[in-house]
């Protein structure tokens, strides 16, 4: 740890997945910068509002970010956009919209923050899936799509920002159930997990942590599906 409180800047922080990371990196000692959009985070040293899904608001959350705090830690990208679409039902707004938000935008926020995150020696957390990003999924093309090119995203600039920033990804199984999400398939899905559970927020923070805190770990995607990935045909 660096003499000052490392800074680290979560996206989706008000919510869920990213809530949970936000919380776990203020514990281990992060002044958190939390993003949100509708849902005000409290308790962080900053809550930075800024839509991700627009062309100009990576940058806008960036400039932001820059006017609250002068060094960059560790960049995590958790705000993102889940949507079942079979094939009939996809078109231009439903696939461009799934890859404006899950891709375009850290990559974007990533390009505003490198000079912070070189400066700081710092480190890139992307919040994938193992859906798209490790496996196929039906009725999730667009979805899946944008999670693979994020994948792929991570590891472009694990190797254009080495050796100075690190850029990594988790790629969660379940660990929150969608709302409203019929009792009936979280067991049937269940069943198909080794570990025989979904997983937990803490879960993907911990993986998180790990990352922020791995110095020769780049370019990496670490599962955290309790085995899920490997146990034959998806689904979500
Ligand atoms: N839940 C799971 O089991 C699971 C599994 C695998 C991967 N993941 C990934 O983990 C991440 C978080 O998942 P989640 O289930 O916690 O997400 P979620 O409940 O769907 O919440 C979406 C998050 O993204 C933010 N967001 C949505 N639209 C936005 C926009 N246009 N601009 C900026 N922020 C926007 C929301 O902010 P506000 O609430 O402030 O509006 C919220 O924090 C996602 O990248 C997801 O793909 C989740």
């Given amino acids: 740890m660096p003499a000052r409180p490392p800074v680290a800047l979560v996206t989706g922080a008000g919510v869920r997945v990213g809530a949970a990371i936000a919380r776990a990196l203020s514990a281990a000692g992060y002044r958190v910068a939390a993003h949100h959009l509708h849902h005000r985070p409290r308790g962080f040293a900053a809550a930075l509002p800024a839509d991700l899904s627009l062309p ?3 940058d806008a959350l960036a400039a932001a970010f820059r006017a609250r705090f002068d060094r960059l830690d560790l960049l995590v990208h958790s705000a993102g956009a889940f949507e079942e679409r079979p094939l009939r039902r996809i078109d231009a707004r439903a696939f461009d919209a799934q890859l404006d938000l899950n891709a375009r935008a850290p990559l ?3 390009r505003a923050l490198a000079p912070l995150l070189s400066r700081a020696r710092g480190a890139v957390v992307n919040v994938a899936d193992i859906g798209g990003g490790l496996v196929a999924w039906p009725r999730y093309a667009a979805y899946c799509a944008s999670k693979a090119a994020l994948v792929r995203i991570t590891e472009c600039l694990a ?3 080495a050796p100075r920033v690190r850029v ?3 790629a969660p199984g379940t660990v929150l159930w969608p709302e409203g999400y019929p009792a009936t398939r979280r067991r049937a899905l269940a069943r198909r997990i ?3 559970r979904a997983g937990t927020p ?3 923070a911990a993986a998180v942590l790990y990352l922020a805190g791995a110095p020769y770990v780049t370019g990496v995607v670490l599962p955290v599906d309790g085995g899920r990935r490997l146990s034959g045909r998806g689904g979500d």
Avoid: M, S, Y
């Fill in 108 to 110: 974007l926020l990533t």
């Fill in 56 to 58: 100009g608001g990576p």
């Fill in 159 to 161: 190797l254009e920002l």
């Fill in 168 to 170: 990594n990804a988790v």
């Fill in 202 to 204: 803490a879960d993907v």
């Fill in 194 to 196: 080794p570990l025989r």
